[in-house]
């Protein structure tokens, strides 16, 4: 039998390294975004001679940047890291593009509206107002009458639905109610108003415009809201607290109620509070139930009502002459619609993180 030896290496030496070993070399923190401000000057040179526009200028930079920064690194560090820089730029542009239209939306919202953010806006109605003046108490109030009553409605509902769903329903009806949730939830806004205000004229005739009808509508939309949000928070409490609730005698609704649902209250609390976020800025239902009035009215049971959206869109459509001054108000209509839902959305965020059960031991 032959046997092979092999000889040791110098301790000098250096052994070449593997194949496909990538190179020691690494790119300054400073070059990809020189790669980047050089594309942005060299497509600004080319501006006016291309005629191009503010979103082909931003598309080149981006593009020219990538490629430049795809090159040096590859030349430098080598292909493995010259590809993780490509993806990189890519995933990073992607989020850039995606930020665009928001930064958009929110500086020419807040540009526009902030003119009229004052406390006349706050505490007049449009009686007696044709052109400059007026404001939209009457709208702000009617929105949170309408949301409070779509709240009422559909919270108790939503939040049953969803316990019987994980508590208590099995087979095809629980097959049959997560399919009907799942249908209702991808309703066309329209077809929820246009629904609600069939069966108001079915017992009160058509022409029919009260609150009531427009809160039924957004409760179509919400309740599944509702169901999905808290089905989802109430499979997430862990068996093993029910289990030892049983073991001590308690009956299931008992343990619902003391052990299911305070687990699960912060949960259930940031899904209702995203909920009514999803429908207060609802406009289409609203046009069909509720209609549109100058007047400060809190009866959701008797005549027509005002909410922000409503006037935003009748402000813009039927501005009146001069227009300017509807304009005006409807962009700060906007501008509190998108303040009531940011805020909505920070007290879903403060109620996660207090009320969410202490894991540390």
């Known amino acids: 039998m032959t046997q092979t030896s092999t000889a040791p290496v110098a301790s000098g030496s250096s052994a070449p390294p593997p ?7 690494r790119l300054a923190r400073w070059v990809p975004w020189a790669c980047f401000a050089g594309a942005a000057v060299l497509v600004g040179l080319l501006w006016p001679v291309l005629d191009l526009n503010i979103a082909l200028v931003v598309l080149y930079t981006v593009v ?30 992607a989020f850039g ?21 004052d406390v006349e806006f706050f505490s007049y109605s449009l009686v007696g107002i044709i052109g400059e003046g007026g404001g939209a108490y009457h709208a702000i109030l009617g929105t949170l009458v309408i949301t409070a009553l779509t709240t009422l409605i559909s919270v108790p509902i939503g ?20 399919f009907l949730v ?7 806004s329209i077809v929820a108003g246009l629904f609600a205000y069939a069966l108001f004229a079915l017992f009160l005739g058509p022409g029919i415009r009260l609150g009531i009808i427009g809160a039924v509508a957004l409760s ?25 609730s049983y073991a001590l005698g308690v009956p299931k609704w008992r343990t619902i109620v003391k052990v299911v649902i305070p687990t699960a209250i912060a949960g259930l609390g940031t899904g209702v509070t995203l909920a009514i976020a999803r429908v207060v800025g609802e406009t289409a239902p609203l046009l069909i139930t509720l209609g549109i009035t100058n ?8 005549g027509r009502m005002a909410t922000l959206p409503v006037f ?50």
């Open 159 to 178: 939040l049953m639905t969803a316990i019987f769903l994980v508590e208590y329903a099995t087979g095809r009806l629980k097959r049959a109610i997560t």
């Open 97 to 117: 593009v995606a930020m665009v239209p928001l930064f958009s939306l929110v500086w020419e919202v807040v540009s526009r509206g902030i003119e009229r953010l």
């Open 19 to 25: 194949r496909g070993r990538e190179r020691a070399g």
């Open 295 to 302: 007047a400060t009215n809190l009866d959701p049971f008797e």
């Open 312 to 361: 935003a869109y009748y402000q813009l459509t039927q501005p009146g002459v001069p227009p300017e001054f509807a304009t005006d108000r409807a962009w700060t209509a906007a501008l509190v619609l998108i303040m009531l839902v940011m805020g909505l959305n920070v007290v879903a965020r403060l109620i996660s993180r207090f009320f969410a059960p202490k894991t540390g031991r």
């Open 182 to 188: 799942d249908v209702m939830t991808g309703i066309p």
């Open 64 to 93: 020219l940047g990538t490629l430049a920064v795809y090159a040096l690194a590859r030349a430098v560090e080598g292909p493995r890291r010259a590809t993780d820089r490509l993806v990189t730029c890519l995933v990073v542009s």
């Open 220 to 244: 179509v939309l919400m309740i599944p809201v509702v169901v999905r949000s808290a089905e989802e928070v109430l499979k997430l409490v862990p068996n093993e607290l029910r289990e030892a």
